[in-house]
């Protein structure tokens, strides 16, 4: 079962800092973050960034990561935040934040989620360890040799074409 609590550390980017790959890279990390918002030079909500979705973008080699699109509450008592916070985590199965905003869309506080017998923690190193599992990625480039447990070794001669869907046809030979 889930539990909401409002939680008062917000971690903001700057809209003209998102750019910088290592920057938001580096925000998420250093404060044990899921979630940043984005905002502008009067600290008015923008969107948002998830980890999972910065960690995807990497992935995918875009940097489409932001979203502008997402569920905010405005401002009032604290039961009637957590009744809504807690049928948009339902409806909407949100698994980070959500935050909580003045009228001017400037962010007060945030409400969380955490389920039980798991911390933050745990749920942040988990992130952490698939983003070393990206970072140990590897790109081929031709003439690259790649040894296959029980194949042998092969070498990359190159990308061949694109199929319609996206996917590379390659050339690989093998060593004998």
């Known amino acids: 079962m889930k539990d909401l609590v409002i939680h008062n550390r917000i971690n903001t980017i700057s809209e003209y800092l998102i750019d910088e790959i290592s920057i938001v890279f580096n925000q998420f990390f250093s404060q044990n973050s899921r979630i940043l918002y984005v905002t502008d030079c009067w600290e008015r909500l923008k969107g948002i960034i998830t980890i999972k979705d910065f960690l995807e973008c990497l992935k995918n080699k875009?940097?489409?990561?932001?979203?502008t699109k997402c569920c905010v509450l405005y401002e009032k008592c604290e039961n009637e935040l957590l009744s809504e916070a807690k049928d948009l985590v339902e409806r909407f199965h949100i698994t980070t934040a959500i935050p909580v905003l003045d009228e001017e869309n400037r962010i007060l506080y945030e409400i969380i989620w955490n389920f039980e017998g798991k911390t933050q923690?745990?749920?942040?190193?988990?992130?952490?360890?698939?983003?070393?599992?990206?970072?140990?990625?590897?790109?081929?480039?031709?003439?690259?040799?790649?040894?296959?447990?029980?194949?042998?070794?092969?070498?990359?001669?190159?990308?061949?074409?694109?199929?319609?869907?996206?996917?590379?046809?390659?050339?690989?030979?093998?060593?004998?």
């Open 62 to 67: 875009n940097r489409d990561y932001v979203k």
């Open 121 to 176: 923690q745990d749920i942040l190193q988990s992130y952490q360890n698939k983003f070393l599992r990206y970072l140990h990625s590897y790109y081929l480039k031709e003439a690259d040799t790649v040894s296959v447990r029980g194949y042998g070794k092969f070498r990359f001669s190159g990308v061949l074409s694109l199929s319609r869907k996206g996917k590379q046809n390659v050339l690989i030979e093998k060593y004998v």
